[in-house]
């Protein structure tokens, strides 16, 4: 049973399924896909009430990140991090031969604004990436802590909020024409699409314009500019799944109170935990003996001991907390 990746547990509605097959068959494939995605990037601009200009989509919200850094990164410039975050924020822009600057959090993984400002002083970075709800922590950055940073960064902010939907607010409402702050997201998560492998953004329509001239043409093939678009009817559905996976992550972390575990409270679709009475491994080792697979996050930094479990349906969430239960007895 795999609860490691943060998917989706349970796939797009039939409705779906039936209009992106009847879509495919008019497809003409001996022709380039529609090079702007102008159809993917009008309907994800409805979703959230601004210009299709403000909009970018790639294959996953990786590649998103990847013209970013490419357009904005690079040898002789710095990007900011602040650990333990999503890893690959720093290995991309480590890629496009940018320095990387990485901060601490709290001990508690909250973000530290006193740290925030000493590395956007001392590091002059060009992208200053957020992460929230963040990965691994699941910790979701306050409205004020966002803004805190937009006043400090010196270059582009970037939020990435590929679980943002699971939390109680979203950074979207923030981004303008003035603003150097983007907010990417992903079909992967709430949208049970990660087969797919499409990501957006949202930022300033001039920003966009630059990432259009970086990214390479004809990247977004035709079926997959048909699947986001038409994933985007079914609003209701994701809607109802995003708050029945809540509500079974609630569920679990209040198992965990009466648990030998910590974890950190999550505003995403997974928790971070830490078993008191046996090392990560062993658990981890203890769970996969139970046919249960959860990320273990040891080698992460800071993170010795600490294991992710994806939140699935009831059923699988039941089997991980049995699993768990015994292992840890």
Not at 17 to 40: C, K, N, Q, V
Not at 90 to 113: P, Q, Y
Request: proline share 6%; aromatic share 8%; glycine share 6%.
């Amino acid at each position: 049973m795999r609860l490691n990746t943060n998917e989706s547990p349970t796939p797009p509605p039939r409705g779906w399924h039936d209009a992106f097959a009847a879509e495919m068959a008019s497809i003409e494939w001996h022709r380039y896909p529609d090079r702007g995605a102008t159809a993917l990037r009008a309907a994800i601009a409805a979703l959230h009430n601004v210009d299709p200009s403000q909009v970018f989509a790639a294959n996953g919200s990786n590649e998103v990140l990847q013209t970013l850094l490419l357009t904005y990164a690079g040898p002789g410039r710095t990007v900011a991090t602040f650990e333990p975050t999503y890893q690959l924020h720093a290995h991309i822009a480590r890629l496009t031969g940018a320095t990387v600057a990485e901060g601490e959090r709290c001990a508690d993984f909250t973000l530290d604004l006193n740290e925030v400002r000493r590395v956007c002083q001392a590091a002059d970075p060009t992208i200053t990436f957020l992460c929230s709800p963040n990965n691994p922590t699941g910790l979701v950055e306050s409205e004020a802590n966002v803004r805190a940073v937009m006043e400090m960064a010196p270059g582009l902010v970037v939020l990435d909020e590929a679980y943002g939907q699971f939390a109680d607010w979203s950074a979207l409402g923030l981004v303008d024409e003035e603003t150097p702050l983007v907010v990417t997201r992903t079909f992967s998560k709430t949208w049970s699409m990660a087969g797919a492998r499409l990501g957006y953004l949202v930022g300033p329509s001039w920003l966009v314009a630059e990432l259009d001239k970086v990214i390479l043409p004809y990247h977004l093939d035709a079926a997959k500019q048909i699947a986001g678009r038409l994933a985007l009817r079914f609003v209701d559905d994701m809607e109802a799944r995003v708050q029945a996976i809540v509500a079974e992550r609630e569920r679990l972390q209040s198992a965990f109170d009466n648990m030998p575990v910590d974890y950190w409270p999550s505003g995403a679709n997974f928790v971070l935990f830490r078993p008191r009475s046996l090392s990560g491994h062993a658990t981890w080792q203890g769970l996969i003996d139970r046919d249960v697979l959860v990320r273990d996050c040891s080698g992460w930094p800071r993170l010795e001991n600490c294991l992710r479990v994806t939140v699935g349906v009831p059923e699988e969430n039941d089997a991980f907390l049995n699993a768990l239960q015994e292992v840890l007895s």
